[in-house]
C-alpha cells in the first residue's frame, strides 16, 4: 500500500523542496494533451524544486546564463524524482504517469501534456498570480514544478487563497508588458484574461531564445520582481 505521508517523504528524501496531493476533480476540464490524459487516474502528486533566489536576484530585465542553467538542471532533477515516484507507486500495484516538467507538445497553443500550475495549485502549492505563475508561499514563484498522475488513493491537502492582493511588480517588470494585472480569487477565465499571451511568447522566442548565450524560450523577470520568496 502507498500511503500519502510516504509518497510525501519519498519526494522530500528525493529532493523535492514542495510536494503536494490534488483530487484531480478539482482540475475537470482541464486542457490536456493528449484530451483524455487525466481519465484513468483520480489524483496527482505535484512537486516543486526551488531556484535559489540567488540566482533570480541577477535578473532584472532579460534573462542570465546562470538562470538558463539552473532552470534546466532544476527540471532535470524533477524528471528524476518524479519517475522514481512513479516506479514506487507502480510496484505497489496502482497507476502512474509522470508527466515531464518542461516539454511544449502543443507549439500552436504553447501547451505541455499538462498544466503544472494548475495542478500545483489544485494540489494546495499556492496560487496562480497575475502572471499566471504559481505563487508559494516559501518561495514565492521561484520554483519549477512537475505532475505525476495516479489512481493511487492518495489525501488531497487543502487549497491556498490567492495572496497576490493589490500588488503590481510583475506588471511593472515584464520586458513585454504582457501581464495585464487583473485580480481574482481563484484563477481567471482564458489565459488571455491575464495575459497579452502572444506578447510574451514572442518576446522569449523570437529575442531571448535567440540570444547565443540563452537559446531557450525563457525570461524569469516576473519571477525576479514578485516579492514572496523574495529575499530579505
Known amino acids: 500500500m502507498v500511503s500519502t505521508l510516504e509518497i510525501k517523504q519519498r519526494a ?3 529532493g523535492a523542496d514542495l510536494v503536494g496531493i ?3 476533480q478539482r482540475v475537470e476540464g482541464l486542457p490536456t494533451v493528449p484530451q483524455k490524459l487525466m481519465e484513468p487516474y483520480t489524483h496527482a502528486v505535484v ?9 533570480l536576484e541577477q535578473i532584472t530585465t532579460e534573462p542570465t546564463p546562470l538562470y538558463l542553467h539552473h532552470y534546466l538542471a532544476a527540471n532535470i532533477l524533477l524528471d528524476d524524482i518524479n519517475l522514481r515516484l512513479q516506479r514506487e507507486i507502480m510496484r505497489a500495484g496502482f497507476r502512474a504517469l509522470a508527466v515531464p516538467a518542461s516539454q511544449i507538445v502543443d507549439k500552436g497553443n504553447w501547451m505541455g501534456h499538462i498544466s503544472h500550475k494548475a495542478t500545483a495549485k489544485a494540489a494546495g502549492l499556492g496560487w496562480q498570480g497575475k502572471s499566471l505563475l504559481l505563487v ?3 518561495y514565492g514563484p521561484r520554483v519549477r514544478l512537475a505532475t505525476l498522475l495516479t489512481n ?3 489525501e488531497p491537502d487543502s487549497m491556498l487563497a490567492n495572496r497576490c492582493g493589490t500588488c503590481q ?3 511593472d517588470a515584464c520586458p513585454a508588458a504582457a501581464i495585464k494585472g487583473g485580480s481574482w480569487e481563484d484563477h481567471p477565465q482564458t489565459r488571455e484574461d491575464a495575459l497579452y ?3 510574451c511568447v514572442e518576446k522569449v522566442n523570437e529575442d531571448f531564445a535567440k540570444r547565443p548565450e540563452i537559446g531557450k524560450p525563457i525570461c524569469g523577470v516576473c ?3 514578485c516579492p514572496w520568496g523574495k529575499p530579505k
Open 47 to 55: 512537486i516543486a524544486v526551488a531556484i535559489s533566489p540567488d540566482v
Open 223 to 225: 519571477i525576479s520582481a
Open 152 to 154: 493511487a488513493p492518495l
Open 136 to 138: 508559494t508561499p516559501k
Open 12 to 14: 522530500i528524501e528525493l
Open 169 to 171: 511588480r510583475c506588471h
Open 197 to 199: 499571451f502572444s506578447r
Open 22 to 24: 490534488a483530487d484531480l
